[in-house]
Nanobody, 125 residues
Framework: QVQLVESGGGLVQAGGSLRLSCAAS????????MGWFRQAPGKEREFVAA????????FYEDSVKGRFTISRDNAKMTVYLQMNSLKPEDTAVYYC??????????????????WGQGTQVTVSS
């Protein structure tokens, strides 16, 4: 079992920044791909970003490329999502997730075995 706890969400004006953190506990953190997903009201959950086990590979959804950065600190068992130049359309509940094996694509939510409870990000215009 892996437990994931997100933090760092909040209310920010458009153009501002937030840094989300996801602290893991349980099994060896470095065994897992880590991803961030988000879900806005009335919409399906969508992929935001992912990072490989050691952090050498990162993946982003097109709308966040150049604005968001995913990183991880395996010693601290934490994954981060630095979000800059935030837009109102980034408003959503953000979830982190852990995948032991990626067989299809990092953007596919069914690949992930464990999920956090989510943290709300609200961007005002």
């Amino acid at each position: 079992q892996v437990q994931l706890v997100e933090s760092g969400g909040g209310l920010v004006q458009a153009g501002g920044s937030l840094r989300l953190s996801c602290a893991a506990s349980g099994r060896t953190f470095s065994n897992y791909y880590m991803g961030w997903f988000r879900q806005a009201p009335g919409k399906e959950r969508e992929f935001v970003a992912a990072i490989s086990r050691i952090g050498g590979l990162t993946f982003y959804e097109d709308s966040v490329k150049g604005r968001f950065t995913i990183s991880r600190d395996n010693a601290k068992m934490t994954v981060y999502l630095q979000m800059n130049s935030l837009k109102p359309e980034d408003t959503a509940v953000y979830y982190c997730a852990a995948a032991n094996t990626i067989t299809v694509a990092v953007a596919t939510s069914s690949q992930y075995d464990y999920w956090g409870q989510g943290t709300q990000v609200t961007v005002s215009s």
